[in-house]
């Protein structure tokens, strides 16, 4: 229903990513550049951005309409030139109006307590999603400001409570997996009058394909997160 991406780019030869896998899947999407904020001038930004012929941000792509969205900047926590930002979604459901996030953050507490203040300051009657990559793993303080200080809930390590889970550092031309770290994330960010409920979570997009010659490809250096989240709070009488 749902797809949260990261560092999603856009080049004169590539095109826009997340709109062109928007588009073969049938969903909507934003996009939220985060490269192309290194100064805060507009003019100069989409200038150096032209140049570098690049731009990297999260992006949404949703099943649904998306009816509104909002990007807001990250503190830079000491890096002048590391830009980041939050994209957040709001989409059209059967079942209501439903609040998506997604980031990338550099792994510092500085920035995650910043996304956790900003996602509780959205936060309505029923739950919200947090996807993302955040350079941190499970048990440091970044992830801490998210799961012990802000009450969010990782939806893999609540399906898994033993798998380690690992998601990055694929090199992508290795026949065999080198991923070392859990860094991605989904996130359930409990409502006030509905907590929602993780179903199920997984790891996946952890396997290559035969490119010809011998040689594999993996998806990304990443691995990806699936979860299935119960976001809306059955009929009552039933469960």
Partial sequence: DVVGLQE??????????????????????????????????????????????FTEGPAILSRFPIIDWQVDELPRCGRFMDSRVLLSATLQTP????????????????????????????????????????????????IAALTEDAGFVDAYRTANPTLPGPTVWQRIEEPAPTVMR????????????????????????????????????????HYGVLALLEVFPPPAGKQ
């Fill in 182 to 221: 859990r860094v991605d994330y989904v996130f359930v960010v409990p409502g006030t009058k509905f907590s929602g409920r993780v179903l199920s979570s997984q790891v996946i997009l952890d396997a290559p394909r035969q490119v010809g010659d011998g040689k594999v490809l993996w998806p990304s250096d």
């Fill in 95 to 142: 079942w209501g109006p439903f609040r998506v996030f997604s980031t990338h953050t550099r792994g510092d507490p500085c920035q995650t307590q910043r996304v956790a203040e900003l996602v509780r300051n959205g936060r309505g009657s029923l739950p919200s999603v947090l996807l993302g990559d955040l350079n941190a793993a499970e048990g440091s303080a970044a």
């Fill in 8 to 53: 999603a780019s856009t080049g004169r030869g590539r095109g826009n990513v997340a709109a062109r896998l928007a588009a073969q899947l049938g969903f909507h999407h934003v996009y939220a550049p985060a490269s192309s904020r290194f100064f805060g001038n507009n003019g100069f930004d989409r200038v150096i951005a032209f140049l570098l012929n």
